[in-house]
């Protein structure tokens, strides 16, 4: 059983940064395609990023393309998501998730994905 804990989020104002990581305990993370999701109010959720087990692989959605960063640190079993430029419109709930190999390629796909952490609140207002 995979356990992901993020750390907390908070509130910044629009053009500012913010990075999240992601804990994951009882596992070795080597093994897994990590993503990053969020979910506004009102809306489904979506995938923002993922990074893949092997190769350091990464996608990003459009909308936070070149202004969020992913990362990984397996020794530290932790995930991160450096997130810059902060826009009002990423204001959400930001969940880190665990998906078999593979799982990131061309998209990131909540299905795909079957672990989660309890997610932690970013709002992004002046």
């Known amino acids: 059983q995979v356990q992901l804990v993020e750390s907390r989020g908070g509130l910044v104002q629009p053009g500012g940064s913010l990075r999240l990581s992601c804990i994951a305990s009882?596992?070795?993370?080597?093994?897994?395609?990590m993503g990053w999701f969020r979910q506004a109010p009102g809306k489904e959720r979506e995938g923002v990023s993922c990074i893949s087990d092997r190769d350091g692989w990464t996608f990003y959605a459009d909308s936070v393309k070149h202004r969020f960063t992913i990362s990984r640190d397996n020794a530290k079993n932790t995930v991160y998501l450096q997130m810059n430029s902060l826009k009002a419109e990423d204001t959400a709930v930001y969940y880190c998730a665990a998906a078999g190999p593979g799982a990131c390629v061309h998209a990131v796909n909540r299905f795909d994905f079957r672990y989660w952490g309890q997610g932690t609140q970013v709002a992004v207002s002046a």
């Open positions: 009882d596992v070795t993370l080597d093994y897994y395609t």
